[in-house]
């Protein structure tokens, strides 16, 4: 008798596809109508990292936005929060954080986004169980009406040794941390398969064992964050399987920066490769 080494999760996902999307700030020297086009013809169904108002010009393609893009402010002192550098861990934020994701979270509702995109900020000196704490009490004054709209927030996790000296949430069991603190069904994490490939490694293992803590894939070619071809490191089209096999329906954005004259060629080369 033929032994079936097929798992249940396995068999769930034979027959499932990757959902293609693609970073559009990889891509910003290309007019995004231009650009639409060029990824709807290879097969991507989203454009993500953009802002509400470009969804009229995605709806005009027949596209989604598989993850909008930070909102960001100012304190009465002049510094900009939101962004990477400046978020959830600082308390003295939190006010002006809690306005500026009010504001953007009724306007991804309006448009029908289901993700939004957000940042641990910086450590400054900060310790990790400290800053994890007050990205749970900044988090905590929004998530009510995240899951009243039916919007997940989605915190990337960045490395800190290449790309973002400093930044916090650089290790998935930070992030996961944070994820059981808040015990919300609309606060997840964007596993970022290059920045975690930098930071920790053990891709596809980490994927397996916390799949149901990441609502959202990053790709990017390590070293470098270019091209995912053979000339990196990693194994997409097993790490893609990997996420197909948890039972995954939602989107692969590819975020690397491409190094060709063709940034388009090497685009639809990575859709190929993640193709499983």
């Known amino acids: 008798m033929p032994i079936n080494l097929r798992n249940k999760e396995n068999e769930d996902s034979m027959g499932k596809k990757i959902n293609h999307s693609v970073c559009r700030w990889c891509y910003e020297d290309i007019p995004l109508d231009d ?28 596209l989604a936005c598989a993850m909008v893009t930070f909102p960001t402010g100012k304190t009465a002192e002049g510094e900009t929060v939101g962004r990477i550098e ?6 003295k934020h939190h006010d002006v954080l809690e306005e500026i994701y009010t504001q953007k979270l ?19 000196g900060m310790s990790d169980k400290v800053g ?22 989605v915190m990337e996790l960045l490395n800190s040794k290449v790309d973002h000296p400093d ?27 290059y ?32 091209e995912i ?10 790490i893609m399987q990997a996420i197909l096999d948890t039972g995954y329906s939602g989107y692969v954005g590819q975020e690397f920066i491409p190094t060709g004259a063709d940034k388009l060629a090497s685009l639809k080369q990575g859709v190929g490769i993640c193709t499983v």
Not at 37 to 56: H, N, P, Q, R
Not at 132 to 152: D, K, M, S, V, Y
Not at 229 to 238: M, V
Request: charge should be negative; hydrophobic fraction near 40%; glycine fraction near 8%.
């Open 132 to 153: 994890l704490e007050n990205c749970a009490t900044g988090l905590r004054r929004i998530l009510p009406l995240a899951q009243q709209l039916g919007i997940t927030l």
């Open 229 to 238: 071809d053979s000339t990196q490191e990693l194994n997409y089209p097993a």
């Open 195 to 226: 920045h975690m490939q930098v930071m920790e490694g053990d891709v596809i293992a980490t994927i397996r064992t916390h799949h149901r803590h990441f609502s959202h894939y990053h790709t990017g070619g390590v070293p470098g964050r270019n």
């Open 167 to 193: 930044y916090m949430c650089d290790h998935s069991a930070w992030g996961i941390a944070l994820c059981e603190k808040l015990a919300s069904p609309n606060f997840k994490l964007l596993y970022d398969i």
């Open 35 to 62: 650009f639409c086009v060029a990824a709807k013809g290879m097969g991507i169904s989203s454009v993500e990292l953009l802002d509400t108002s470009d969804f009229l010009m995605l709806e005009k393609h027949g």
């Open 106 to 124: 009724h306007e991804c509702a309006a448009v029908g986004a289901k993700q939004l995109i957000c940042f641990s900020g910086n450590r400054e």
């Open 86 to 91: 400046k978020a959830f861990n600082q308390p």
